[in-house]
Each structure stands twice: as structure tokens, then as C-alpha cells.
């Protein structure tokens, strides 16, 4: 074992060779069991943002474990060109709890996201469209790489990072009737997550989700639900679009669906299912048979009925908590995805500090706002615990 580091060590190799992107807490977390974390001085902490939603089933849980283990003992896997059962299986798993159709198994959220456009692009040329045009909802996120930043407006800065591919275009998250007016015959895609994650979890309303559907069904575009965050149980639901009870013809998943490790997925129903052919995409890690194992795992876990239904419980319990703090003045999602606005003058980031200190992992998605995303093997002494420490770093 090498030597262990102090957080002064880490900040310094931090600050010389790690790129600049990321605004890191000064914590270094070295073990995980459920929901409790423990840093390197060994102080507990209860963790209420599970590694931005990918640890669903709580850090390290056995069953994981013993997959990717007795996986990476057995066979690392010979690339896509020969047949694999951890990835069949997986993709059959996948489709069978959602669209029927077939499966793209990819390696992120943001490579999910690429697929999808090129799915929806795809399936719009063989209609005849020439320009196809995607639309996203306004503080959309949908990854970093070219083709999803183009999806995600807030971060497609022309400026920087142009020239950005063409063919997007944005609408508000809350007007149906803009939605509608924004759709046409180049209309390739509507492509949106049914909660915002990291805008601070919002959810979209009811009629919008339905427009988008009949948009679809008019213009003849893929209705396409990026499920990166809400998915694999975090709504209560195994997809949040099975809570919400419209269809679409592609979902994205990634995040908690790996069990830890990176794997996403691209899910088709019937129309989208034979866009794809062979030679028009591939990746050479995807579907890999120990990060396979451990998503096949993950869905064990967090497909159980029991589980889900608590999921629902804690939300309900934790938000009702929530909305009881004074300085909290809205609190929305669904399930184990929620997210608050705090009163104006009060510091979300100082909240969100004050809170780690106290022993509370959680997130601050932008200014006045704080996201919670714990595993969802939590209880509800656990919610409590989580509320307690809130309610007195709220307070500073
Ligand atoms: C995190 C996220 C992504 C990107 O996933 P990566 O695995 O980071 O590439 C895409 N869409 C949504 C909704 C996300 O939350």
C-alpha cells in the first residue's frame, strides 16, 4: 500500500497537475458501506448525494461486489465482436423493464446522449428530412461532449467552445405552446429529462411531457427521455417515465445503472429499435463483462418492488421535512430526487459546507439551491438524521 496523504498533500498535487476543472472540497472520502461515508482522518459522514446518483445501491453493496469480483477473477472480456453473456443479458434486462426494443449498451450518460442524436438524426434522414432538428427544454443538461453540449444550452458557449454543431434548438421547459410552435417537419427529436438534475431538479410539467409526445406522433420525430439521473429506481419508479405515463420511443441511462462502474445505455422502443446498422456505431469498452456484471447486479437491487415503494415513502417523508426548515422555501421532485431553493440572503454553497461539516453529504446545483440524492437503501431514521443536520446548518 502506498503512504497515505494528507488533504494539504492532495490539494497541493491538486492545484499542480489536476486541469482546473472541478471546484473539489477539501474531504478525501476513503470507504463507503450503505449510505455512511468515511474520510481519511476517519470522520463519519451520512451520504445524502451518492456520488452524484450512481451509487443507488448504497456504497459497496455485497451483491455488487461479489459480481464485479468473481467477473474480473473470471474474464475482462474480448471486445464486441464476439458474443458476451453479461451484455446480452444486460441489454434483455433492460429492455424487458422499459421499451421492448433493442439496446446500445455505451460507457456514460454523455456518450448516451451522442447515440441518441445519432439515432434521431438517422431515423430523420430516412424520412426524408434533410436539416433534422433536435429540441431541448431550457436548462437542459445532457453531457459535454459536442454533441450533447449542443443539447444542453447552458453550457453550449459558442464562444469557447464553437463552432458547435448545428441542428438544436431550445424551448422553455414550462410552455407547451412554445413546444408546439418550435416543432415542425425538420423536427428530428424532442429530447429532454423528465426532472432537471443539475438544474436543481425541476420537473416538468405534466402537459408539456404530453405535447412532446404529440409533437412526435405529428411530425413522425423519436420522442427521447434522457434517464441519466432519473432513472434506476431514483423517482420511485424503476424510469421516471413510468411514473409520469407517457411512453417515448428512446431512453438514456448511465449513472446508477453501472452499479458503481461507468455504463450507460441507449433504449429503443419499435420505431427506433433498427435505426442503427452495423458500421454506424460501436465503442470498444461498452458492455464489457465486469461492468456488465455489476449493472446486471445494480438492477437486481434496485428493481425490487419493496425498495421502490420505500423510495416513494422517504421521499414523501423527507420532503415534507424538508419544507419544515425554516429558510427553506420550496422543495420539489419525486422520490429520493429533490431539490430546494433556500430563502434570498442565505448562501446555499455555505449551507452545503456547513452541512459537510456537520457529517451531511449533499450538492449545490447553483446559486440558492441544494440537491439531494441519497442511496436508496436509506431508512427512515436515516431521513431524519439527514433533516436534523439540515435543519441546524440552514440555520449557521
Ligand atoms: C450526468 C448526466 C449526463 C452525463 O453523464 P456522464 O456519465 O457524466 O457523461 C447526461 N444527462 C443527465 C441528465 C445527467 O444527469
Redo the contacts with the bound molecule.
Sequence with gaps: MTTALSVDELRELDARYAMRTYARAGVEFVRGEGARLWDSTGKEYLDFFAG??VHNAGHCHPRIVEAIQRQAATFAGSSNLFLSAPALRLSERLSESSLGGRVFLA???????EGAIKIARKHAHRRGVETPEIISLDS??????LG?LAATPKLADEERFGPLPRGFRYVPRDDAAALRAAASENTAAVFF?LI???AGVWPIPDEVIQAAREVCDETGALLIF?????GMGRTGTLWAYQGVGVEPDVI?A??ALGGGL?V?AIIAGERASDVLEPGDHGSTFAGGPIQASAALAALDVLSDEELLASVRELGGRLMDGLRAIDGVVDVRGRGLMVGVSLAEGIDAAAVRDRCLENGLVLNCPGPGMLRLLPPLIIDAADVDRALEIMGASVRG
Design positions: 452524484l446518483s460507457n456514460t450518460g454523455t456518450e448516451a446522449s437542459d443538461f445532457h453531457g459535454r461532449t450533447a429529462e432537471q438534475g443539475e434522457d434517464e441519466v439521473q432519473t438514456t448511465a449513472k461507468p450507460g
